[in-house]
């Protein structure tokens, strides 16, 4: 069978070779297994820290963690009781249904809504799914936010982002077009700093320095490239997108190895600068679409 319902995950097979597994805790993708065009060998796509809790006792630390319904602390009033990038990480996610299944790719669909642990902390009420979408070259990840008030007039207000791990050397790694959007750089020691908005000048972005960048309204199609390879990422209704990599600051991470920022760049898509404001009954969609670049498409 093309997809597995193992007790603590499901694991996607395509016909073709390709692989991911998404846990049901936080929903979190941790692994994607697919070949290089024309080539018949997988490879592992993402990065999970080795000493990542894989258990359900904290967030993973890498693959790809959902963020919901806050990015980093909360700014928000009705957010102020949850903690770092909300709770959408840390909940066990339910298995809906096998959404497709055929040559052109396998999908499933998780859900998660209101329960004992969310509400106290977020009485809004909301239905969350999560389609997970493997084709031979490309993995699809679709978030549905249901505001699922039947109140007029009680919108539900949130940021979403996808914490796209990428495994790539990151000292060769390199992300466009970024060029003359406005970022900020969270790297700044004052708040007043990190709330000044840079402009990026930069024709490809590296992380060979401690890099926590938030790019505002960004153009939705990003190219990470590396000279053995790379990746494309097309995100819908993920306006803005953050590159990080913590260089020698990764070391104080306690569930990180000693050098794992080495071996990894997180280009994350997400709405994360001001809030979607969702009207009661309606339903929003942020959608990431990752796929193998080519020979020739990695050059950037």
Known sequence: MPV?????????????????EVLFY??????????????SEVKERLFVSSKAFLDGS??????????????????HPEHSK???????????WS?????????AGVSV?????QNHKITPIFPKPFHLTYVVTLAEHQLSTDLHVKNASSTAGDSLEFQALLHNYIRAPADQV??????????????????????????EARAAVDVIRYTDSVYQDAPQNYKVAWPEGGLKIRSVNLKDVVVWNPQEEGRKIADMEEDG????????????????KLEAGKTWIGQQVISVLGPVESAL
Request: charged fraction near 20%; proline fraction near 7%.
């Open 4 to 20: 597995s319902n193992l007790h603590d995950r499901v694991v996607l097979q395509h016909p073709k070779g390709s692989t991911v």
């Open 261 to 276: 920022w080495k071996h990894y760049i997180c280009v994350e898509p997400g709405f994360v600068r001001g809030f979607v």
């Open 82 to 92: 949850l903690g770092q990038h909300g709770f959408a990480r840390s909940e066990v």
């Open 26 to 39: 936080g929903a979190t993708v941790i692994s994607w297994r697919a070949a290089d065009i024309g080539a």
């Open 58 to 75: 904290k967030p993973v630390r890498g693959g790809i963690p959902v963020v919901f319904p806050c990015f980093g602390a909360p700014t």
């Open 174 to 199: 390199q992300v466009a077009p970024l060029q003359h959007l406005q970022y900020y750089d969270k790297t700044e020691t004052s708040d007043q700093a990190r709330a000044l908005p840079k402009v």
């Open 109 to 113: 669909r998780l859900t998660l809504e």
């Open 95 to 103: 298995l809906d249904s096998v959404a497709m299944d055929n040559d």
